[in-house]
């Protein structure tokens, strides 16, 4: 079985009519996660939410924790999201913010709130850091992710480690490993890039502050010293395909961080094949099925 079965892949609320125009080519029931993005509104990443939904996919709206600005502004995004049928499943990330915008100073108080819980949210999402976060120390990150996975376990609400994207395989194989000797048994869906553009690209990691050496990008497939052109995720899923053992990994999906370039992200994943998995379903990667978790 691929790699690349039950992706996922991730857009903006401004993204609903690209998804329309991809959604033929795309599984039945694939997670469509809808960004928190400051510059868009509630109405935006509903109206998306609702398209992925109405188009056959699996919505997975955002919160961020940091960006909400009361109890009341929570349960009004929760409700809004239900009358569009988005609310089955949830990513809660901090957010960008330094200072809290009201009582939820990290995702862990949005789970603790039991907002998500009242509202009948089946599933959540939460962020992992193979690379290390550059505000919080690794620690403190794997102290949280225990704490939300516990949580939301406890609750009845199936956990997945979403994670962020990275250039060198290794760290992350060797992160996931380091999950699975701690009890952590959440599926875990890689952040890949989608296709884009290498300086677009460049920005948005040092945005989230993931190294970009010249030994890590050459790797993954580009030079530091040619940043015209696009490149696309070949080497890094290749390796991580090989790298893969679901005895010892668990269960591992992907998930495509697209930066607006929906059709070029699908039309790679229907394009690319990689060596397959010879490990039991129960426990390894599944036909390539969006819906299957």
């Given at each position: 079985m691929s790699v690349l079965d039950g992706f996922s892949l991730e857009i903006t609320g401004r993204d609903a009519a690209r998804l329309e125009e991809t959604a033929p080519l795309l599984p039945?029931?694939?997670?469509?996660?809808?960004?928190?993005?400051?510059?868009?509104?509630?109405?935006?990443?509903?109206?998306?939410?609702?398209?992925?939904?109405?188009?056959?996919?699996?919505?997975v709206p955002h919160l961020a924790a940091r960006r909400l600005r009361s109890r009341?502004?929570?349960?009004?995004?929760?409700?809004?999201?239900?009358?569009?049928?988005?609310?089955?499943?949830?990513?809660?990330v901090g957010g960008d913010p330094t200072t809290p915008a009201g009582p939820y100073a990290d995702s862990l108080a949005v789970l603790r709130s039991g907002a998500l819980q009242a509202a009948g949210v089946r599933g959540v999402g939460v962020a992992g850091y193979p690379d290390g976060h550059p505000?919080?120390?690794?620690?403190?990150?794997?102290?949280?992710?225990?704490?939300?996975?516990?949580?939301?376990?406890?609750?009845?609400?199936a956990p997945v480690v979403v994670t962020q994207f990275g250039f060198d395989?290794?760290?992350?194989?060797?992160?996931?490993?380091?999950?699975?000797?701690?009890?952590?048994?959440?599926?875990?869906?890689?952040g890949v890039p989608g296709p884009v553009g290498i300086k677009r690209l460049l920005a948005y990691a040092r945005r989230f502050g993931i190294a970009t050496s010249a030994g890590i990008t050459r790797k993954y497939g580009f030079s530091?010293?040619?940043?015209?052109?696009?490149?696309?995720p070949d080497a890094f899923v290749a390796a991580l395909s090989h790298g893969l053992e679901p005895a010892r990994h668990g269960e591992v999906r992907?998930?495509?961080?697209?930066?607006?370039?929906?059709?070029?992200?699908?039309?790679?994943i229907r394009n690319s094949s990689?060596?397959?998995?010879?490990?039991?379903?129960?426990v390894g990667l599944r036909i390539r099925d969006g819906s299957s978790r």
């Open positions: 039945p029931g694939t997670r469509v996660h809808v960004a928190y993005l400051a510059g868009e509104t509630l109405e935006q990443r509903v109206e998306a939410a609702g398209a992925a939904r109405s188009l056959g996919l699996t919505p009341a502004e929570l349960e009004e995004v929760l409700a809004a999201l239900g009358e569009v049928g988005a609310l089955d499943e949830l990513f809660v505000d919080i120390a690794r620690d403190v990150l794997a102290a949280a992710l225990r704490a939300k996975v516990a949580l939301l376990t406890e609750h009845g609400i395989p290794q760290p992350v194989l060797g992160w996931i490993d380091g999950l699975r000797r701690e009890g952590i048994g959440a599926p875990v869906r890689v530091l010293a040619n940043l015209m052109g696009t490149t696309g992907l998930h495509f961080y697209t930066f607006g370039g929906i059709a070029a992200s699908v039309e790679w990689f060596p397959t998995c010879t490990s039991d379903d129960s």
